[in-house]
């Protein structure tokens, strides 16, 4: 195990990642001095700086710390990484993220949210009740919390919520006390190599659970039965036999009234201010976990309501009475359908545009199929090129393969292009959907200018 007492000088390798940064803030708002690399710059990563967090954006031995005493980054780097092979070859103590997080969090008590989708919000959800209702905690986020426009926040309660990530098996080095588990659908198969490996992490990642902790699982799980912990607690949206489950859902005009049972035990009257059916399943295994730590079920009720979402979990841009444009993180084809699904339900008299952009070669090319099932829920489908990440492009894979097999006529734009057809074609009226987990995010503003520019 790494041990963190003495360290004084950080690098990060990755550091605009929204998992390192958030271990970077945690290093710096411990009087640690933090710096480190990232290829592009982004909003985050000028965050960062304004917090007194330098940031360099080029791959040179030159601009690496030669006294940094612990080298943090994340396995998404690529092998040939300069500055990486350098701290290697010389020596340094080197540590993914993970480990790292893991040695933070030895000694506390852990809030673990995994799976393959919905643990961003979750997560968040639960930290912010938390912290809403003054119970206290620290968390470590995959997403930044739009009431407090950052992925990390410490408190002295010896408490911390965490984003476990499935991705590289990060989340094998976690020791949880309540762990939830809410997806297992195929994803990294780059890593994993099959669906079945996967599930043997999340398997795994169960068995991690404190001796006298808590698994909160998704009702009817494959390999449910393998779950390890002292106590489970199954949860669905609508399942009336599930422990956990949301009752007397009404929709309203963009946000949710609803009640939660937990255990016979009812929450009536939560409002949650945030779009899509699948985040009151979420909300609900937040009040869950909060009803677990012994919050009043009222402060929990204030903290929900209050509650402003994730930045890119079906966050409203503009939303009026005819125009209603979401941006969202969605990257697997689970993701697209509920948010899809999701923007119809609550805005049914609206043509539904939706513009994705696949993240990764791999990816696309395992999962096209369901890509094209899921997208063909909108009316109308423009597609950016794949955004690669790590990886290099793989021959015949492209955005063209998710377009052939939809049944609907779609195209593929670069961003200039997408630019251009909105103002020409998406002009006052419709819902508009962005998604994808790559650098769609920067297209965000200049979309918004060009439709508030209609109405």
């Known amino acids: 195990m790494i041990r963190l007492e003495n360290i004084q000088k950080i690098y990060f390798i990755g550091i605009g990642g929204i998992g390192m940064s958030a271990l970077a803030r945690y290093f710096s708002f411990h009087g640690k001095q933090v710096s480190g690399y990232d290829k592009t710059e982004t909003l985050l990563t000028k965050q960062l700086a304004s917090e007194c967090i ?22 998404a780097i690529p092998a040939d990484h300069a500055q990486y092979n350098y701290y290697k070859e010389n020596n340094y103590t080197l540590a993914k993220r993970s480990e ?78 309540i762990a939830v588990i809410t997806a297992m659908d195929a994803d990294h198969l780059d890593i994993y190599g099959s669906e079945a490996a996967m599930q043997d992490a999340f398997v795994d990642f169960s068995k991690r659970i404190k001796p006298t902790g808590t698994l909160v699982v998704k009702k009817g799980l494959t390999r449910d039965a393998e779950f390890k912990a002292g106590n489970i607690i199954r949860y669905h949206i609508n399942d009336t036999s ?13 946000y949710y009234l609803f009640d939660v049972m937990v255990n016979d035990d009812a929450v009536d009257d939560v409002a ?6 699948h985040n009151v399943e979420n909300a ?53 359908s509920s948010l899809i699904n999701s923007a119809k339900d609550l805005f049914p008299g609206l043509k539904c545009t939706v513009v994705f952009q696949p993240h990764l ?23 950016l090129p794949v955004y690669p990440a790590r990886e290099l492009p793989i021959e015949g894979v492209n955005s063209e393969l998710i377009r052939n097999k939809l049944d609907k006529k779609a195209r593929v734009l670069s961003a200039d292009e997408l630019l251009e057809h909105i103002k020409q074609h998406h002009l006052n009226s419709g819902l508009l959907i ?21 109405y």
């Open 54 to 75: 330098d940031v360099n954006y080029q791959d040179d031995v030159a601009t690496a710390p030669k006294d940094a005493e612990l080298i943090i980054y994340t396995p």
């Open 100 to 177: 790292v997080l893991g040695a933070i969090t030895e000694s506390s008590f852990n809030i673990c949210v995994a799976g393959t989708h919905g643990k961003t919000t979750i997560s968040t959800m639960v930290a912010h009740i938390l912290r809403d209702s003054g119970y206290g905690c620290n968390a470590f986020l995959g997403g930044i919390a739009s009431n407090y426009n950052t992925n990390f926040w410490s408190n002295e309660r010896s408490t911390c919520v965490i984003e476990a990530d499935e991705y590289d098996r990060s989340f094998l080095t976690l020791s949880p006390d």
């Open 242 to 254: 599930a422990n956990v489950y949301a009752h007397n859902v009404k929709m309203m005009n963009g």
């Open 272 to 277: 949650l201010n945030m779009g899509g059916l």
């Open 284 to 336: 609900s295994v937040a009040i869950a976990i909060a009803k677990q730590l012994g919050i009043d079920d009222q402060a929990i009720r204030n903290a929900v309501e209050d509650f402003k979402g994730v930045k890119r979990r079906f966050e409203y841009i503009i939303k009026n009475k005819n125009l209603v444009y979401i941006d969202d993180y969605a990257h697997h084809p689970e993701e697209l």
């Open 361 to 383: 070669f791999s990816r696309t090319r395992d999962l096209a199929e369901q890509f094209a099932t899921s997208l063909d829920l909108a009316d109308e489908v423009l597609l």
């Open 434 to 454: 962005t998604a994808g987990a790559g650098d769609i995010d920067k297209l965000v503003e200049p979309v918004k200018k060009i439709l508030s520019a209609s």
